[in-house]
């Protein structure tokens, strides 16, 4: 990182800790169907937050997913905000764009100072300060800098949220984010009592029979297209029903497409009111956070996602489309 980079990100800290200490009321959010980055960084900036005494606010629209039942201060997080309520400075974390917050997040005028917590490059940032640090494996080790700089202890709960925040993004310690830093952080969170396998358990090992079913349906999906370049996965409204499982239970299913030799990209399809919601994924070679940017969406090189109107083959050739060009380029 060049100098002049961490001089910026050195002074956006600076604004940071300077709002919170300022404010009393604060309001913490992640990105809607929130992933183990966002809910690990959300928790970890509650349990932050709450040990310099101030009045937090954790808020999604509804319930976390099951799959994160292991981790602290889950009580804490609420459904629903008095309609009236203002903050002095409301924290998005994993996310930077408006849009992508929960439903039933306030307006504007009433988040206080708006501050958006980030690593992704496709990042809208939409608040009065935007920390986006692209080089950081996972938001979560943005809340461990942020109670390091905040001069808070490195609490069990702060320390277990920030492990299964790094968990999450780096793929158990196997995508490419996984840094040296990465790698520091981890051990400085074990050495602060966080059990590894309870975590990695809890994020990989503990599903309900009900994901397992749905998962089984999902893998008869499977298009390979291209000679085998992409391989595309979809759930249906139908297979919710029949499995009794929902939408929450599909985290990491368009990972088993790009688990297959010769698959540069993955793509899942999930359906949703408006349109298919659409992850993809890479081995390195593509670029899909530009597949994803094009469509409305955003993300990571090797991860991204976004949602595409049409019917299940009109999105699919949508994706093809984009990607060609790439494709082309690596035969």
């Known amino acids: 990182m060049s100098l002049d980079n961490t001089l910026h990100l050195d002074h956006l800290w600076s604004q940071i800790t300077t709002t919170i200490h300022a404010a009393q009321r ?63 400075a409301t924290i998005l974390c994993d996310c930077g764009e408006l849009a992508r917050a929960p439903e039933g997040f306030p307006s504007r005028e009433r988040l206080g100072t708006f501050i ?55 793929g158990g310690f196997r995508y490419q984010k996984t840094s040296p830093a ?8 074990l050495e602060a009592g966080v059990d590894p396998w309870e975590v990695s358990s809890g994020l990989f090992e503990s599903n309900p029979i009900e994901r397992q079913r749905l998962l089984a349906l999902c893998l008869h999906t499977l298009d390979l297209r291209n000679n085998g370049l992409i391989a595309f996965l979809h759930v249906t409204e139908e297979m919710f029903h029949q499995t009794n499982s929902d939408a929450s239970m599909t985290d990491g299913f368009v990972n088993f ?15 949703q009111p408006q349109g298919w919601k659409v992850s993809l994924r890479s081995r390195g070679r593509v670029n899909v956070s530009g597949v994803a940017s094009h469509f409305g969406g955003g993300g990571h090189q090797q991860a991204a996602g976004t949602v595409i ?14 990607l060609l060009p790439q494709l082309q380029a690596l035969t």
């Not at 688990?259 to 990209?265: L, T, W």
């Open 257 to 271: 497409g790009r688990g297959i030799k010769g698959v540069e990209v993955a793509a899942f399809l999930r359906p």
């Open 116 to 170: 958006v917590l980030d690593h992704h490059i496709t990042s809208g940032l939409e608040g009065d300060i935007n920390l986006n640090n692209p080089n950081s494996p996972a938001t979560g080790l943005l809340i461990l800098e942020l109670a390091q700089r905040l001069h808070v202890p490195l609490l069990p709960a702060i320390a277990k949220s920030v492990y299964c925040a790094l968990l999450s993004d780096t």
């Open 26 to 88: 604060l309001l913490i959010a992640a990105h809607r169907g929130p992933d183990g980055d966002a809910v690990g960084s959300a928790l970890g900036l509650y349990a932050t937050l709450q040990a310099l005494g101030k009045d937090v606010t954790l808020y999604d629209s509804a319930p976390y997913p099951e799959r994160f039942d292991f981790l602290p201060n889950l009580h804490a997080l609420t459904t629903s905000l008095d309609p009236h309520a203002h903050f002095d």
């Open 309 to 322: 109107q049409g019917d299940l083959e009109q999105v699919k050739q949508a994706i093809l489309l984009s």
């Open 182 to 189: 990465a790698l520091r952080a981890a051990a400085e969170l």
